[in-house]
T-cell receptor, first 116, second 112 residues
Framework: GAVVSQHPSWVICKSGTSVKIECRSL??????MFWYRQFPKQSLMLMAT?????????EQGVEKDKFLINHASLTLSTLTVTSAHPEDSSFYIC????????????FGQGTRLTVV | GENVGLHLPTLSVQEGDNSIINCAYS??????FIWYKQESGKGPQFIID?????DKRQGQRVTVLLNKTVKHLSLQIAATQPGDSAVYFC???????????FGAGTRLFVKA
């Protein structure tokens, strides 16, 4: 299957700082990327959907000003957690899909964010 | 929106036995379902999928069954191995297939 890479795999940051997470599709063009958040022993909750070159669509209850998403190219989307707080500590996972080829969604390996 | 959930939060099986993981969904508009395996600290890994015009699909050691009448699907793993130990999620997409919404997950323990 296609490869989706997230960076970093884990990050620890101080409360109040911002953290950027990258999601790259390595061998295909991702027309759409999805960002999920997963708390311990829970399921993946969809946060937002981003299409290349346009603004992201956020799920209900997700603050767009806190979770900034950029999808400037067909191979890269970034999620920036702004003014992070301990309650933002979670496992963030992206997935990428090429709708022009009607492919399934491929998932990254996830990023463990810990805010101290 | 989509609502996909699971009956059992944990399942423990003996190595070599068959495993059955169940999932219920509530959105009649769901027409595409996927099973994912997630190991600790990793992203979900695609296992098998099924469209609503089918009621059964088989892969290598895995079978997915879909019962649209009762809005239920299951994942069967044959000859379960220790490497199958993970959390399994069902996920669904509705017509137009855009967002993938995940169910609650079942943790599978395989005893050697």
């Amino acid at each position: 299957g296609a490869v989706v890479s997230q960076h970093p795999s884990w990050v620890i940051c101080k409360s109040g700082t911002s953290v950027k997470i990258e999601c790259r599709s390595l061998d295909f063009q991702a027309t759409t990327m999805f960002w999920y958040r997963q708390f311990p022993k829970q399921s993946l909750m969809l946060m937002a959907t981003s299409n290349e070159g346009s603004k992201a669509t956020y799920e209900q209850g997700v603050e767009k000003d806190k979770f900034l998403i950029n999808h400037a190219s067909l191979t890269l989307s970034t999620l920036t957690v702004t003014s992070a707080h301990p309650e933002d500590s979670s496992f963030y996972i992206c997935s990428a899909r090429d709708f022009s080829m009607n492919t399934e969604a491929f998932f990254g390996q996830g990023t463990r964010l810990t805010v101290v | 929106g989509e609502n996909v959930g699971l009956h059992l939060p944990t399942l423990s099986v003996q190595e070599g036995d068959n495993s059955i993981i169940n999932c219920a969904y509530s959105n009649s508009a769901s027409d595409y379902f996927i099973w994912y395996k997630q190991e600790s600290g990793k992203g979900p890994q695609f296992i098998i999928d099924i469209r609503s015009n089918m009621d059964k699909r088989q892969g290598q050691r895995v079978t997915v069954l879909l019962n649209k009448t009762v809005k239920h699907l299951s994942l069967q793993i044959a000859a379960t191995q220790p490497g199958d130990s993970a959390v399994y999620f069902c996920a669904g997409q509705n017509t137009g297939g855009f967002k993938t919404i995940f169910g609650a997950g079942t943790r599978l323990f395989v005893k050697a």
